[in-house]
């Protein structure tokens, strides 16, 4: 899948990759939510709805890499086809830990059915209950990226997820290593992005090393209601995934219904300064997603339809050129 800039078409270490971009029924070949995304050697599920183990397989992705599985609320089209896939992972002896992420309630949804099948997993599954009201807040981290929750609402409890890289260390350039004799704990100063004092001389943090390309970041904004005050939760977010079950014309539905047009979506995206927009959920009265891209476009330009089986790549540097 080509990047969104010019410069960046070659595969990346960071990406998302759609498995379902459907509404709640299925239609027009599309399925219920569920995307994979990439950062480095992490691979996170986010939603799970039916057939995604199915999706995993067709697109060529495998299931057992995926160690953390974040579900953004209870309705079942993001979530029914979770068991389908802990069943199949024991199946073929999964012995990798996983944790699930949800909102309350997902745990007394999947044990019962787990319980069902007489039969124990291979593997330790543990559950992790979201917060869905309040200020965002870090719900995971490791030493190379954050992941945060993000209340939304819709007509039950529903958090999104924003996914943040951490600023690596500046790159230590070798000869100037060996021209000041730097010792180990000097080196680790300069890549913390300190300057040093060697005699009487201050030598530069620039001279010593150079610097490593800014965070990238992924947010997931599920079912919601259109919420403007969401711009600043995600100012600055590279790419921004959003649900958009209807445009404009049926804004009356989106409404009653607590989610959002592709408009609003759009708004969101522009408000934030995002790199690029994400748009998926799409109702099944609609075969043809034109209208949906034409809207979106006419308020954020760098809007993109998700599609069942590309991966949308968000590249080291940002631009602001874009494919066509």
Known sequence: MKSWTNEFMAETDFSVTVLGCGGALYAH?????????????????????????????????????IREIF????????????????????????????????????????????????????????????????????IFETDELSVWNLPLKHRIPVSGYIFREKQRERKMLKEKIQEYGLSIEQIKAVKRGEDLII???????????????????FAYCSDTLYLPHLAKALEGIHLIYHESTFTTEREDKALRSMHSTAAQAAAIARDAGAQALLLGHFS?????????????????????????????????????????
């Open 71 to 138: 579900i953004t609320h209870l309705h079942g089209d993001h979530y029914f086809g979770l068991v389908g896939l802990l069943s199949s992972m024991s199946l073929q002896g999964r012995n990798k830990p996983l944790t699930v992420f949800s909102p309350k309630g997902l745990k007394a949804v999947i044990l019962p059915q787990l319980d069902a099948l007489q039969r124990d997993l291979s593997f330790s599954l543990r559950f992790v209950e979201v917060p869905t009201e309040g200020a965002s807040r870090c």
């Open 29 to 65: 070949h599309r399925h219920p939510s569920a995307q994979l995304l990439q950062i480095e050697h992490h691979k996170f599920l986010i939603d799970c709805g039916e057939g995604t183990q199915f999706q995993l397989h067709d697109f060529g992705l495998s299931p057992f890499a």
């Open 284 to 324: 099944g009265r609609y075969a043809d997603l034109t209208p949906f891209l034409e809207e979106a476009r006419a308020v954020f330009p760098r809007t993109y339809l998700a599609e069942e089986g590309k991966r949308y790549e968000v590249p080291k540097v940002r631009q602001n050129t874009m494919d066509s």
């Open 199 to 217: 005699g009487e001389e201050k030598i530069g943090v620039e001279e010593l090393s150079l610097p490593t390309p800014p965070p990238r970041s």
